[in-house]
């Protein structure tokens, strides 16, 4: 089992942290004393995914939203650490739905929201579970994302109906539901988070908003008075930029201080960095990690929003999740104080990787339209040990999903697994990606697809001119977005790549946009993004099935709501009438399984993926007989493979094959 979040409630002056780890078969939560931490008590019961989750401030229960059959549907209910998994209590009278909608506690007082249709529904939860409703917000990316340690205010995100990449925030008197507070809509925001001051009747809040660089900045904001100051400093512009208040401790007589620091996350071109930041003097002091290590990300409970994975301990003191290249996950602590990292104990530090990875960092530049947008790209390349091959390594291109995401510093199992089987590991964060500026998503999202596939391409030509990669044997593989962008490069850019893996990619945008059950999210961004100006969903894949040239293996979710089966079972379909080598796995859950769906199936995806690469990328005879200087600038498609014998047996864990080579 590993940790991946540590919550301590009330600073840790609670004596009880509670926990989540993977397990074998999903994520669990486990109640854990720090002054034992071998002693653990697991407090959601076995085969529950559990991804959100809170802690009251006193440590008395903690609430987790508990999902149906593997689905991203579910409801929110309340845990008492002192009682057994079966004695969770559902939130009655909320109805079931997406958990995207936050969730936010002070003990006394307790708001959630659940989209629902087209629709983010809040609710205060009293002291009995009963729910009633306090507002109603348009679409399925709205939610409650803060709450004033008192329970009076709290700050909700927002989309407007005609463009949800416009991303509004105000603050709402709980007692009264009047609009208090106001802050300017940030466009091309997906997420706008925002955080009150842990100390009860002070009531700043730090929230996101758009720098004078065109970033995204942060502010501090008294939402009583409307005073506000602006995060700034000559470390901190021209980054993303992910904030946390940091504890002041207590004054003579036992109370708390209100915080005059912040943890900063500085995200740059895929690199992270983090910084202290003092609200008084306005000086900026770097937290220096060792061994190239990067601050791990989580999500703001209830929410698709990722954080700075980030735990209270005690005074001056704060749990960082960190890895790297060359180090599983793990804690460190850092001194408020001083900056000073040390170790994280009774929680494990980060732990030496076999094999680790060599990775590098670099950026390419490409052009859009006429030549008028010029973007930096940026990449990172990890080659396996020993000397490189006179041609260049075949290699992985690991695009990630989102678009609004991005690859970091930190560790990757299917970067190790698969440098450890002898290839190198290309990783680019196309234009669209954040940690590169809102003008940057601006881009990504006029030209979609096609533009962030010239970005994919031009590292590769890139890398391919310097001799790293051999060009004629290219995989591209990607999850979610970035499993759309592998399906399109198979299509549209045959001569780059030998195979195709996709992960729950999206393929048809007219059926995300008409079909019932999508995440509504989807369906408006969707919308907002390909059909309007040109027509954009002529690129997407299952238009173009019949033109995808190289073999693909696609990974579906039985339960996904936002990359459904049905869609990409048509697209194998249309592909493999036009006589594609084209395979499908498909495993249960939904969309986020593969990513999130515990240790077993992770296992399971590595096999299928690292098995179907190492079919598709050795060497052929027709790559024996070129010279090194054709392999490196080769333009032609490799010979593909012969297409798979026919079939589609159903295995017992649900999982098609096209091949039995692929089978557990």
Known sequence: MADL?????????????????????????????????????????????????????????????????????????????DEPPSAAVPVRYMPEGIGVGGFQTTGRVTIAGVAVGDDTHLYRIDATLQASPIGTYLGGMSMVNALSADGRYAAVAYVAEDNVFNKHLHVRDVVTGHVVLQVPAVRWAHFRRAEFSPVPGDRRLLYEDRSPQEWIGLSVVDVVTG?????????????????????????????????????????????????????????????????????????????????????????????????????????????????????????????????????????????????????????????????????????????????????????????????????????????????????????????????????????????????VIDRGRCGIMGNSWGGTLALSAGIHQPHRWRSVVAKVPAVDPHGLVRDKGIWPSVKRSIAQTFFMGRDLSKTWPLANAHKLRVPALLIGGRDDIRSPLAHIEAFVDKARRAGRDVRLWVMGGGHTEQANGGAAIAEQISRRTRSFLAATLQPSPHDRMKTPGFARGAEACAPPLAPSAAGRGLRRDGGRSLDKSFSP
């Open 227 to 467: 005073e506000s100051v602006r995060v700034t400093g000559p470390d901190l512009r021209h980054a993303d930029l992910t904030g946390s208040w940091l504890p002041a401790g207590n004054d003579a007589e036992g109370n708390p201080i209100p915080p005059g620091k912040l943890l900063v996350t500085a995200h740059r071109e895929g690199r992270t960095a983090v910084y202290l930041h003092d609200l008084e003097d306005r000086s900026t002091r770097r937290v220096r990690l060792p061994d190239g290590l990067g601050v791990e990300n989580r999500l703001v409970a209830g929410t698709p929003v990722p954080t700075t994975n980030l735990t209270v301990l005690d005074d001056h003191r704060v749990l960082l999740a960190v890895s790297g290249p060359r180090h599983r996950r793990g804690f460190v602590a850092v001194d408020t104080r001083t900056g000073e990292v040390g170790p994280g104990a009774p929680w494990q530090g980060p732990a030496p990787v076999d094999g680790a990875v060599d990775r590098s960092y670099g950026t390419t530049k490409t052009t859009r339209g006429h030549g008028t947008d010029v973007v930096r790209v940026p990449y990172s390349v990890s080659v396996p040990k020993g000397p490189r091959p006179q041609a260049g390594w075949p290699s992985v291109f690991m695009i990630h999903g989102g678009p609004f995401a991005h690859d970091t510093d930190v560790f990757n199992a299917d970067e190790h697994a698969l440098n450890a089987d002898g290839f190198a590991v290309v990783r680019v964060n196309y234009t669209g990606s954040t940690g590169q500026g809102l003008g940057a998503i601006a881009i990504g999202q006029r030209d979609a697809i096609m533009g962030q596939l010239a970005d994919i391409a031009s590292v590769q030509d890139h890398l391919t001119r310097r001799g």
């Open 5 to 81: 979040e540590i919550k301590t409630p009330g600073g840790g002056d609670a004596g009880i942290a509670v926990v989540r780890r993977t397990v074998a078969d999903g994520t669990a939560l486990f109640a854990v004393d720090p002054g034992n931490p071998d002693q653990a008590r697991q407090l959601t019961p076995d085969g529950a995914q559990v991804m959100h989750y809170e802690v009251e401030p006193d440590g008395a229960a903690v609430w987790w939203f508990k999902a149906q059959g593997g689905t991203e549907t579910g409801r929110w209910v309340r845990q008492r650490l």
